[in-house]
């Protein structure tokens, strides 16, 4: 079964270890309700319970929407696991699988090549709004020396604009933090409105540099799609998470 993806963007994949994207050319997957097979088991909210057999370290975050970037750029010692409040993971580490947690939220994973660096982003309304992608950029840029316009994204699976009603409270700082908000918030009554938080994203990107043959996007609806999603509003409640992770091959 193939997976839907925007036009023109990068194909997309779905198999027993989750959707995949083109765009990323190191190992990586957003996860569903089913897949990875095997991998629920081991990271629970905010911490790793235990180790995984295909992922010999594994390092996810406790999530408080902000735009905070957790570098790991040391060797991580066998079976170290860890706990660590943020929403972004970057690393330069091999075999180190780093994950983040979405229940209609947007997954966002890179890649650079030169400098083999990975990533991977927790982006909710408020994150992106206060500029979490080009945080990450930053930050690789200064961490790790990569080069932004050679950063490979792949922006997985969120609720879509079909089913993203906002009203003011993220419509007003939308509107006055980035001035091209017509293009992604459509108004439907007043003070409401419905937003496209991946477009969103993918301009962010755009305007990072990043050309648009290296940002592939898959977008499925976690809200829509109650056979593959968990989604935050559509059962008003946390029930489960999809999990979103990238690693470096062995050096």
Same mark, same amino acid.
């Given at each position: 079964?193939?997976?839907?993806g ?5 194909? /997309? ?6 959707? +995949? ?10 996860? $569903? ?10 990271i ?13 370290f594994? #390092? +996810?975050? =406790? &999530? ?10 040391t ?5 170290t696991l860890?706990?660590?409040? %943020?929403?972004?993971?970057?690393t330069?580490?091999?075999?180190t ?15 650079? =090549? ?7 982003? *927790?982006?909710?309304?408020? %994150? +992106? ?6 945080? $990450?950029? @930053? /930050? ?11 950063? *490979? ?6 609720? %879509?604009p ?6 003011e ?17 459509? &108004? +439907? /009554?007043?003070? =409401?409105?419905?937003?496209?938080? =991946? !477009?969103?994203?993918h ?16 977008? *499925?609806? /976690? *809200?829509? @799609? ?10 008003? !409640? #946390? ?10 091959p062995?050096?």
């Amino acid at each position: 079964m193939n997976a839907e993806g925007s036009p023109g963007s990068p194909g /997309t994949g779905l198999s027993e270890s989750g959707l +995949t994207s083109d765009a990323i050319p190191v190992r990586h997957f957003f996860g $569903t309700r089913h897949a990875p097979l095997g991998l629920n088991a081991h990271i629970q909210l905010g911490q790793v319970t235990r180790g995984h057999p295909e992922f010999p370290f594994i #390092v +996810t975050l =406790k &999530q408080i929407h902000s735009t905070r970037v957790v570098v790991l750029n040391t060797p991580r010692g066998p079976g170290t696991l860890e706990q660590t409040e %943020g929403d972004v993971l970057v690393t330069n580490q091999p075999q180190t699988l780093i994950v983040v947690r979405t229940a209609d939220c947007v997954p966002v994973l890179l890649f650079e =090549k030169a400098t083999g660096v990975v990533g991977a982003i *927790h982006a909710g309304w408020r %994150g +992106t709004v206060d500029g979490i992608v080009s945080e $990450t950029i @930053r /930050t690789c840029v200064e961490e790790f020396g990569a080069n932004a316009e050679q950063m *490979h994204f792949a922006i997985g699976p969120s609720i %879509g604009p079909c089913c993203y009603e906002v009203d003011e409270p993220v419509i007003g700082p939308l509107r006055s933090r980035y001035p091209a908000w017509p293009g992604v918030l459509r &108004q +439907t /009554t007043e003070g =409401k409105g419905v937003l496209d938080l =991946k !477009q969103l994203i993918h301009h962010q990107i755009r305007a990072c540099g990043i050309p648009d043959d290296q940002i592939g996007r898959l977008d *499925h609806c /976690t *809200h829509c @799609r109650a056979d593959l999603f968990y989604s935050y509003r559509r059962e008003g !409640q #946390v029930i489960g998470t999809m999990f979103s992770g990238i690693m470096l091959p062995a050096a």
